[in-house]
């Protein structure tokens, strides 16, 4: 049975990739809150002033909501 052993090139190699992988991770956690964050203001923009005012929003409120429903 061999035993593994690395070297602190190795290491760095590892630390270096997981760092990658957490960028790119985070970027599509960005992309994919950006992308419903647009489709649920295009969605609200899309109703009349009056079925916003039944739901209780004012159209400037939108984005601020949307904001605020997707944390």
Known sequence: MKTATFDAGQVADVRRESGV??????TGQ????????REAIRELNALSDR???????LRADIPS???KLLK
Do not use: C, M, N
Request: proline letters at 0%.
């Open 65 to 67: 909501t949307v904001e």
């Open 30 to 37: 960005a992309l994919s809150h950006w992308s419903k964050r």
């Open 21 to 26: 992988v957490e960028v790119i991770r985070k």
């Open 51 to 57: 079925q916003l005012a039944d739901i209780g929003l």
